[in-house]
């Protein structure tokens, strides 16, 4: 339980940022994509070497950042959008996952794929998840400024820096890393659910970048610390008690924040005038 709680706090601090710039840039269903392009990488290193938490990183990380570039050129050589191409390369990529382990493994080695188990974190995956979050953190630090112009002017950033494409990649590749670390503790499915769902209930709560980064991931990890103590307490899989708690608190956001759907309702208050 302490393994999982100090995984948890490293994805908190690590893969909820990613994913509150995921937000922001209106790619928060990337996240899910890119959690299932990892997924044939990761299976070719478990087909190779077993359940290797270093081949299997490297597996997940190549194949991530290969989705990255193939999707980024069909998007610059054809008609079709990001969005698009994204689709259908993580469409791909589950397919041909799911069916590399099963030519190999059983059923339960395709359960701790898909969804993990963060009660198994042994000390050489927290050490990959904190490095991961540290890296994250480093990175973010460095891309701040362009990536906070291009999820609210991507024109602009390109018409006054070239630092729009560094950005760009440099951010999708850092979605691939965060995925690869919450894909050991909670799987390919649940590793997004971590990473968008603090995010989306920080974002009623405040506008301000800054603010919204802290309260994403304090949320992160206090859903975490409540899915932990839910699944010791009830018995049941910790995994999905996390991100069924990181979804009440999206849930209780959207109703109690001052951006939600009750404030939405109430009547607006009347200016004093001079």
Same mark, same amino acid.
């Given at each position: 339980?302490?393994?999982?709680?100090?995984?948890?706090?490293?994805?908190?601090?690590?893969?909820?940022?990613?994913?509150?710039?995921?937000?922001?840039?209106?790619?928060? /269903?990337?996240? %899910?994509?890119?959690? +299932?392009?990892?997924?044939?990488?990761?299976?070719?290193?478990?087909?190779?070497?077993g359940?290797?938490?270093?081949?299997?990183?490297?597996?997940?990380?190549?194949?991530?950042?290969a989705?990255?570039?193939?999707?980024?050129?069909?998007?610059?050589?054809?008609?079709?959008?990001? %969005?698009?191409?994204?689709?259908?390369?993580? /469409?791909?990529? /589950?397919?041909?996952?799911?069916?590399?382990?099963?030519?190999?493994?059983?059923?339960?080695?395709?359960?701790?794929?898909?969804f993990?188990?963060? /009660?198994?974190? %042994? %000390?050489?995956?927290?050490?990959?998840?904190?490095?991961?979050?540290?890296l994250?953190?480093?990175?973010?630090?460095?891309?701040?400024?362009?990536?906070?112009?291009?999820?609210?002017?991507?024109?602009?950033?390109?018409?006054?820096?070239?630092?729009?494409?560094?950005? +760009?990649?440099?951010?999708?590749?850092?979605?691939?890393?965060?995925?690869?670390?919450g894909?050991?503790?909670?799987?390919?499915? *649940?590793?997004?659910?971590?990473?968008?769902l603090?995010?989306?209930?920080?974002?009623v709560?405040?506008?301000?970048?800054?603010?919204?980064?802290?309260?994403?991931?304090?949320?992160?990890?206090?859903?975490?610390?409540?899915?932990l103590?839910?699944?010791? +307490?009830?018995?049941?899989?910790a995994?999905?008690?996390i991100?069924? *708690?990181?979804?009440?608190?999206?849930?209780?956001?959207?109703?109690?924040?001052?951006d939600?759907?009750?404030?939405?309702?109430?009547?607006?208050?009347?200016?004093?005038?001079?």
């Amino acid at each position: 339980m302490r393994r999982a709680l100090a995984g948890c706090l490293a994805l908190a601090l690590g893969a909820t940022p990613v994913g509150v710039f995921l937000l922001l840039r209106r790619m928060s /269903l990337m996240g %899910d994509a890119m959690s +299932h392009a990892i997924l044939p990488g990761a299976a070719l290193g478990y087909l190779a070497f077993g359940l290797s938490l270093a081949a299997m990183t490297v597996g997940g990380i190549l194949a991530g950042l290969a989705v990255v570039l193939l999707a980024g050129l069909v998007t610059r050589s054809s008609v079709l959008k990001e %969005d698009a191409s994204l689709a259908t390369f993580y /469409l791909l990529s /589950l397919a041909a996952g799911v069916m590399i382990v099963s030519l190999r493994g059983n059923n339960l080695d395709l359960l701790h794929v898909l969804f993990g188990s963060v /009660l198994a974190l %042994d %000390d050489a995956s927290l050490l990959l998840i904190a490095a991961i979050a540290s890296l994250t953190l480093f990175g973010l630090a460095l891309l701040l400024r362009p990536l906070a112009l291009e999820c609210f002017d991507p024109a602009f950033l390109r018409g006054v820096s070239r630092l729009s494409p560094v950005a +760009h990649y440099g951010f999708l590749a850092l979605v691939v890393f965060n995925l690869v670390a919450g894909f050991h503790a909670l799987g390919t499915l *649940m590793a997004v659910g971590i990473m968008i769902l603090p995010a989306a209930a920080a974002r009623v709560w405040t506008r301000r970048l800054g603010p919204l980064l802290a309260t994403a991931s304090a949320l992160a990890f206090a859903s975490a610390l409540a899915g932990l103590l839910l699944s010791f +307490h009830a018995d049941v899989p910790a995994g999905p008690a996390i991100v069924l *708690m990181c979804g009440l608190a999206y849930l209780a956001s959207l109703l109690l924040a001052p951006d939600g759907v009750l404030a939405a309702r109430l009547p607006a208050r009347s200016h004093l005038e001079s």
